[in-house]
């Protein structure tokens, strides 16, 4: 179970305390099917946040009303205002260039894909949990090696 007191951890559809705001409120994560948050609500269930991505992460719309901005967007990562990047765990990605910071760990075992590609260029599709690896979904958690060759397939 989700503990709202604790940010680092959210998760959609539990709540979230703001821990720089001046009265204690508590916020809920909506997210979608790559688990980027779409929306986020208050206690009383009004929209106080509407995000929308372009594939790699980019924010394309980005609506508050209140002035909390919740950190947790594309994927459900933390975004750094600072350096315009999300943080994966094993590396950053840039949303803009949608390009990682740093070699997939996992590089000699996937050779025929780029060690800076994220997913394979499969960004609606497919998640990259920690950035080390490719799955399709949260769910399902297929390998990266299962996605391949499904993606090498016709539709």
Same mark, same amino acid.
């Given at each position: 179970?989700?503990?709202?007191?604790?940010? +680092? =951890?959210?998760?959609?559809?539990?709540? @979230?305390? $703001?821990?720089?705001?001046?009265? /204690?409120?508590?916020?809920?994560? #909506? %997210?979608?099917?790559?688990?980027?948050?779409?929306?986020?609500? +208050? =206690?009383?269930?009004?929209?106080?946040? @509407?995000? $929308?991505?372009?594939?790699?992460? /980019?924010?394309?719309?980005?609506? #508050? %009303?209140?002035?909390?901005?919740?950190?947790?967007?594309?994927?459900?990562?933390?975004?750094?205002?600072?350096?315009?990047?999300?943080?994966?765990?094993?590396?950053?990605?840039?949303?803009?260039?949608?390009?990682?910071?740093?070699?997939?760990?996992?590089?000699?075992?996937?050779?025929?894909?780029?060690?800076?590609?994220?997913?394979?260029?499969?960004?609606?599709?497919?998640?990259?949990?920690?950035?080390?690896?490719?799955?399709?979904?949260?769910?399902?958690?297929?390998?990266?090696?299962?996605?391949?060759?499904?993606?090498?397939?016709?539709?």
């Amino acid at each position: 179970m989700n503990d709202p007191s604790n940010p +680092d =951890d959210p998760q959609a559809g539990y709540g @979230y305390i $703001a821990n720089d705001t001046t009265k /204690e409120e508590i916020f809920f994560y #909506h %997210s979608d099917h790559l688990g980027s948050t779409s929306y986020i609500t +208050d =206690d009383k269930a009004n929209i106080t946040q @509407y995000d $929308a991505y372009l594939p790699y992460g /980019e924010l394309l719309v980005d609506e #508050h %009303s209140s002035s909390e901005d919740l950190p947790y967007k594309f994927n459900g990562k933390q975004f750094d205002e600072e350096t315009g990047l999300y943080y994966y765990g094993a590396r950053y990605m840039n949303p803009i260039t949608s390009l990682w910071y740093g070699v997939d760990p996992l590089a000699e075992k996937y050779v025929s894909t780029g060690c800076y590609v994220y997913c394979i260029d499969h960004p609606i599709r497919l998640i990259d949990p920690d950035g080390t690896h490719w799955v399709e979904d949260n769910k399902k958690g297929l390998s990266g090696e299962k996605v391949l060759k499904i993606s090498n397939k016709p539709l």
